[in-house]
């Protein structure tokens, strides 16, 4: 096995406990546009099978609203309607309204004078990370990443493995000196089909999902005074994950 030299980061879920902000949003953005659609949260559960809003949306009409005639194009009609949902997202995280969730901040900036090299690969929008990244870190943040593959810059979204592989090539690193960070059975899927190493700590919106296969489950990554629980993989003594427990978990 490689040393282990970069640690690629998914965003929603994993970073920061994003989704719920992301269907609330969705929902005013079809209020909006004065369409009856409402997203409960047990709706969304299901409908996050599918990444990518604009996807979430069409599969939504596919599945709950077959009869739908919408005004003009359909794709123009959701590319709209999506626009909204990010102008809706991004309001709400530059207002400070979604922290980062417990040891992210610690580990990047541990990684980062470890020498580790980040990376993030997601299926959001590219204006959602810069948001997220600048209002809960620093403004500067998204310079902490040498690649911050995003969205509709592969042709195949999470479950697939495009964005891991795009994110790798950009960076000239090999699945086998990498650790990837997920929250979702999409993004666990993606991630191992790259051949990556894959930590999982659960969300909100995944903690029932299947992770068979992720190197370790938490429930966080930790932070002193939180401890992280362990929920499937190996038991460590550490509280927190830290660099060197990656290199650890990585070997
Ligand atoms: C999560 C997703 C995204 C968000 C919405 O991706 O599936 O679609 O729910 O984002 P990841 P957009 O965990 O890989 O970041 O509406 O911008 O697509
Ligand atoms: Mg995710």
Redesign the pocket.
């Known amino acids: 096995m490689k040393k282990l030299t970069t640690l690629l980061f998914?965003?929603?879920?994993?970073l920061a406990d994003t989704?719920e902000i992301?269907r609330q949003s969705f929902n005013r953005a079809f209020a909006q546009a004065k369409l009856d659609w409402h997203w409960s949260q047990a709706l969304y559960t299901e409908l996050?099978s599918v990444?990518?809003?604009?996807e979430?949306i069409r599969h939504y009409l596919a599945t709950c609203l077959p009869e739908a005639v919408l005004p003009g194009d359909p794709g123009e009609y959701i590319a709209a309607l999506?626009a909204a949902?990010?102008r809706f997202y991004t309001e709400t995280v530059a207002a400070g309204g979604l922290p980062m969730r417990p040891g992210v901040e610690r580990l990047l900036r541990e990684a980062r004078q470890a020498g580790l090299r980040l990376g993030i690969a997601?299926?959001?929008?590219p204006a959602?990370v810069s948001a997220l990244l600048r209002h809960n870190l620093d403004m500067d943040a998204e310079s902490w990443f040498e690649v911050i593959a995003a969205?509709g810059v592969v042709p195949a979204k999470?479950p697939a493995p495009d964005i891991y592989h795009y994110a790798m090539q950009a960076m000239g690193v090999e699945a086998a000196e990498c650790l990837a960070f997920e929250?979702?059975a999409n993004?666990l899927h993606s991630a191992l089909a790259a051949g990556l190493q894959t930590l999982v700590t659960v969300s909100a919106y995944t903690q029932h999902h299947d992770f068979s296969g992720a190197a370790l489950v938490l429930d966080h990554l930790g932070d002193p005074g939180h401890p992280f629980r362990v929920l499937s993989g190996p038991a460590y003594d550490a509280r927190m994950v830290d660099v060197e427990l990656l290199h650890e978990l990585h070997s």
């Open positions: 998914d965003v929603d879920g994993t989704e992301h996050l990444t990518g809003g604009k979430r999506h949902k990010t997601t299926t959001t929008t959602n969205g999470k929250d979702s993004g």
